[in-house]
């Protein structure tokens, strides 16, 4: 064979080499596949001598090597053995003890010298190397990350609403035209459907078009079509319009509420929106203006601006002289009622809708809307909050 493996003088036996003995163990082989009687592999004095050199091996490169030459696709005994079918078959399971005795001889040495050498191995590195026991303790998972403050303000919505006993109703993000425009009273020649506005889907075959929804309000459409009246339930999720600056971007949160029944009027709804603003900032009294506006879905429609103190840069609610618009609200339109199967001379209600993001920046004296979505981590450090600070009503909701 070339490149003998030569390992030591002082090694066992009577073999120069390793090679040596595994030539003598090829040999051996096949005279045992003439003649099982002649001798036995597993106890040979080559066999012995092989042995010797696997209790031997100092380094994992000789060891390795070793293995490969007897066991390795080439080895010894692999290629020895691999015509075992042509042995003729009255000697064949006594060649195949032989086999299994060899493998099983060699094993035994070459498995507690694995076993030394990896044992080795870890001593050098434990002996080499050193923990510094003076590092700072790495801070656990949840004291280093942050909640998003949109998720934060969901939570705190959420919160707030489920106090007064409102459900939480959720729906697609990809709406058809007839959820998202027709059913709640938008004429056909609205500037929302035109592709300036709205993210539409290529035209199918028929020629109807998916989008992606402008506000959440399809979701009290699917409501009202699947549940009867009383229906009390706010709308948290995303929304899509084609519109990028400082105060807008292509993706924004939008929050609306829905209730239907036999007497909602608008004083229930201003008393609500009332308790939600003084809840959601944090102040013991707050007022709010109602003016005349206009949507396709409500009749009347208000739009609500609540009492705010600009000073310094920042904005405080509940106190000061001037004003900020939040939201926009109204009675639920009688075509949306009709449009839904109710009968809007048996039930009436009324809704509202509020960006997220938009609430978020007020409360939080955030500049930029678009930092909401640049994955900024110094940012979310410093807007962000702890996972475990939960927003209750009782405890505080940004406490």
Known sequence: MANPLVLSDNMPGTAKSFDEALQILNLEINQVKVDPSALNLSTSSNTAIIQGYFSSFQTNADFENARI????????????????????PEIRPAVGNQRKELVAAIERPSSETQKRLQQAVLDAKLNTEGVDVTLPVREAAADIGRVHPITQVIDELTAIFADMSFSIAEGPDIETDDYNFTKLNFPKDHPARDMQDTFFFNPKPDGSRLLLRTHTSPVQVRTMLNQKPPIRVIIPGRTYRSDSDQTHTPMFHQVEGLVIDRNSHLGHLKWILQEFCKAFFEVDSVKMRFRPSFFPFTEPSLEVDIQC???????????????????????????????????????????????????????????????????????????????????????????
């Open 309 to 399: 103190k600009r000073d310094k840069g920042e904005i405080r609610f509940g106190e000061g002289d001037d004003w900020m618009e939040i939201l926009g609200c109204g009675m639920v339109h009688p075509n949306v009622l009709r449009n839904c199967g109710l009968d809007p001379d048996e039930f009436q209600g009324f809704a509202w809708g509020m960006g997220i993001d938009r609430i978020a920046m007020l409360k939080y004296g955030m500049p930029d809307l678009r930092a909401f979505f640049e994955a900024d981590v110094r940012w979310l450090n410093h807007y962000g909050f702890r996972p475990l600070d939960f927003p209750t009503l009782a405890g505080g909701l940004s406490a």
């Open 69 to 88: 030459k007897i066991f390795g696709k080439n080895g010894v005994i692999t290629t020895g053995f691999a015509d075992l079918k042509q042995v003729p």
